[in-house]
């Protein structure tokens, strides 16, 4: 099993690059908006949103958008916290074993870090649905249709980032190697 530690300090993994690395970070809200705004254009078209509500499909999307977007950063940020904080501990690296330390390099690698970083996009999967449910989602009357573009936004974007291994990315941006 390969841990990249140098002097106690591991790269930043993929989830880290998304809120602290200036340069990745127009990237990911880019990306992140393009996702976004194609799953709520598929649920207001699946779900019959205009019909439903009386509302025009153009006019939800305005609506929605903004926040589906940044509540989805926020939720996102919630649930990168306890990889951020042991990242950044000195305590809890000297405390957890070395092998469980590769959630911070690849979190499929070992079961723990991989059952870890499922809960937690579990967690934002769930803030995710909360935030567009109550905040994303006020104008909509419709119950079971909140119920389900929240959930939906929630499932589909989740952040699953949190599962790419760092040396994949590396590997990918600085050698263009799979």
Known sequence: ????????????????????????????LGFNLLVDSIVLLACILIFQASRVTG???????????????????????????????INRSDYLHNALPLDFL??????????????????????????IYVFNYHISFYFIKDLQLKKKMALSLAVVTAPWFMLVSWHWLYRLIMHGVW
Request: glycine share 4%.
């Open 1 to 28: 099993m390969n841990v990249w530690i140098v002097g106690n300090v591991l790269p930043p993994p993929t989830w880290h690059l998304n809120f602290f690395d200036p340069p990745f970070v127009a990237l990911f």
């Open 55 to 85: 509302i025009k499909a153009p006019i939800i999307f305005l609506r929605a958008i903004l926040p589906v977007w940044v509540l989805g950063f926020v939720a996102d940020f919630i649930a990168s916290i306890p990889l951020w904080a």
């Open 102 to 127: 590769v959630i911070l390099d690849s979190p499929t690698s070992h079961p723990g870090a991989l059952a870890t970083v499922l809960v937690l996009i579990a967690v934002a999967g769930a803030l």
